[in-house]
């Protein structure tokens, strides 16, 4: 009697387990490749491959398939950070560039590290800032969280983020960070409840506080202030010390401030004599 011998069933790797109806190991590549995005600007594709013990071919999809959603932008041999298309008007902008380049590498470590002391499901609060703006591009996640602004830009760079909520508030375009202030700003904070509040300032002074060279600004960050329960102060060495002209809050208001190594131990000892946590990165 002739038997029939049935083929071989081959046997099926991680990388396969891909085209089953769990997508549960394409989802942490990609939370993994954009966390790496989010620290480093760009990925390559043969160190993604390495660290995540797949092939070359794996990756190449991952980042086209992320890329097609507008979450980053292909290169040969890997992918970027995308610039968002909002800055566009202002790149040839001498003046702005160099607010943005100012400390650029100390501002991405402080919004880092702000950024991880966010708990999933909180409501915080960021004022308009290039510091303040790293926070952002640095939250975890699928996180859950509801983000309340004045600023336009941080809106626009949160917009394809599905896991944020964000709530602008209203009022009148200002300065030369796209922030919203006027009275119907303010008023759109009265029914909220800010879990943790990010203050970028012009100047962090121990007497004068937190402070900025706008009155409107001064304002409404005062209010988000008020409706906040934890303070966190966001800023490079070179504000520390600095008094503008108006204050948004007094020193004894924060919880922590997050600083760079570039602060030295006698300038930030007035700070923590007080009882403010200071976080150098």
Not at 39 to 65: C, F
Request: glycine letters at 6%; one cysteine or more.
């Amino acid at each position: 009697m002739r038997k029939t011998v049935k083929p071989k069933q081959a046997m099926k790797t991680s990388e396969d387990s891909q085209d089953s109806p769990s997508r549960e190991p394409q989802d942490k590549r990609t939370q993994f490749i954009l966390t790496s995005l989010q620290e480093t600007g760009s990925v390559v594709v043969e160190e993604l491959a390495e660290k995540l013990n797949v092939t070359v071919v794996t990756i190449r999809r991952d980042l086209d398939h992320l890329e097609q959603q507008g979450r980053l932008r292909r290169t040969h041999g890997g992918a970027v950070s995308i610039d968002p298309l909002f800055y566009e008007p202002f790149k040839k902008d001498r003046s702005f560039l160099a607010q943005v380049e100012r400390q650029a590498n100390e501002k991405r470590r402080i919004g880092r590290a702000a950024a991880a002391l966010i708990s999933p499901g909180e409501t915080i609060a960021i004022t308009p800032g290039t510091t303040t703006a790293e926070i952002i591009r640095g939250l975890p996640l699928n996180s859950r969280i509801t983000v309340v602004t004045n600023t336009a830009n941080i809106a626009m760079e949160l917009s394809k983020r599905k896991d944020v909520n964000v709530f602008v508030t209203g009022g009148h375009l200002h300065g030369e960070w796209f922030s919203l202030v006027g009275p119907s700003a303010v008023r759109s904070l009265e029914n909220m409840i800010i879990h943790t509040m990010f203050i970028g300032a012009d100047g962090i002074d121990p007497a004068w506080g937190l402070s900025c060279f706008s009155s409107d600004e001064a304002e409404l960050n005062a209010a988000m202030v008020r409706r906040s329960r934890r303070h966190i102060a966001v800023a490079d060495h070179t504000k520390l010390g600095v008094v503008a002209d108006w204050r948004i809050c007094e020193i004894g208001t924060l919880n922590k401030l997050i600083t760079d190594t570039g602060a030295s131990d006698e300038v930030v000892e007035p700070y923590q004599s007080v009882g403010i946590e200071v976080i150098r990165v």
